[in-house]
């Protein structure tokens, strides 16, 4: 299974990126889909999570501005994100976790870079 993640950018405060990460190979099907971010110097962290349909959960300081989505049928999930701020510049990671026909997978994207100036 491989993941392409895209999007990324440089914005300035206030404004806005969508994010979206591609999942592809042999999936049968598909548990959870997350976004995760790293800043320099500091550790990776959860910043949005999908598991099912519905069940979504964020990390507190992106709660009310970032939205993380899925389209099922294209195995993609994405990450609406407004109001950004400086603070939000990281390196963005998406994870992808399910079963392919033989085995589960749980496989990292290759990072996207996002860029808040103020």
């Known amino acids: 299974v491989q993941l392409q993640a895209s999007g990324g950018g440089m914005v300035q405060a206030g404004g806005s990126l969508r994010l979206s990460c591609a999942a592809s190979g042999s999936i049968s099907s598909i548990n959870f889909m997350n976004w995760y971010r790293q800043a320099p110097g500091s550790q990776r962290e959860l910043v949005a999570a999908?598991?099912?349909?519905?069940?979504?959960a964020y990390a507190a300081s992106v709660k009310g501005r970032f939205t993380i989505s899925r389209d099922n049928a294209k195995n993609t999930v994405y990450l609406q994100m407004n109001s950004l701020k400086p603070e939000d510049t990281a390196v963005y990671y998406c994870?992808?976790?399910?079963?392919?026909?033989?085995?589960?997978?749980?496989?990292w994207g290759q990072g996207t870079l996002v860029t808040v100036s103020s």
């Open positions: 999908s598991n099912g349909i519905s069940r979504t």
């Open positions: 994870n992808v976790g399910g079963l392919t026909r033989l085995s589960t997978f749980d496989t």
